[in-house]
């Protein structure tokens, strides 16, 4: 188990952290972006919108969106012409997850369009698809061939896979449905999903990698009982959060401990010890 930390929040650990849903704030999700400076701003409903100064990237945080898409992510060439990729999270979507693609997505943005906007292409050293699935093989995640035109891998225990389609794909409906080049799930089935994730044909190697890392890290996440799913609980495994071990005592401390500590009578005091056998004291006069 990991070490107790403070600013754990939650109750208790969710192993495999693929079973740990999503937190109840998307703050961490937005940080990497805001840190850079990025804009900013709410519409009357509670979504939030994340805009790059040249607005070539932006980022919706949805909870009141028209579908279950709570987070969309588009990169642009021209920040007026059609998105170049585009991601989506789903609502159930560990946020550890969408951190690991915003913060992976912010460093490629201070490199430029070459790093932010790289397209997969096979057999290329830096921006080979293969590059986003090594992650999870070479931590014992399972090639699976699950219907034709489809490679997949797929988790140990079966409740977490990738599946990448082959072939011709529209892409507009890649920016709006889950008719998609990538797509990372959990659950007992990829058609109702525990939560999902997906990525467009020419998503970057390497946000799609930085989020397989992350999906397939051994740690698990911390969450509060009350917020995962019954069923949940049926599949993975919640180990409690550990209180914090108390500091080792002080000289100080164990100078002020002795300070409080009443005194204790001894063997040697003055003060008569009384039994059912003692003779009564006589009475007579008292100097």
Known sequence: MPPHDDTIDGDVYVFPRYLARATAIGDPGLDPLRDLGWELHNDDLGNAYVNAPDRK????????????GLWRINAYKDPFGPPVWGVCF???CPTEFVTAFTTALAEAYEQGPDSYLARPVSGSKDHDPFLAVAPLINRGWLIDRPRWGVFAVQSPDGLAGLEYTTGHLDPEAELTTRDVRWQLW???SINRPLWYATASTDT????????????????PLP????DTYSYVEGMAQLTPILPPNPPAPTPLDVQRAAYRRPATLTTTSSVPRWSTTSRPVLPGRRH
Do not use: F, Q
């Open 90 to 92: 789903n609502d159930g």
């Open 204 to 219: 970057p190697v390497v946000l799609l990698k930085a989020v397989t890392e992350c999906a397939s890290d051994p740690a």
């Open 186 to 188: 959990a659950g007992t």
């Open 57 to 68: 990237v932006r980022l919706g945080y949805l909870p009141e969106g028209d579908d279950d």
């Open 223 to 226: 969450r509060w009982r009350e």
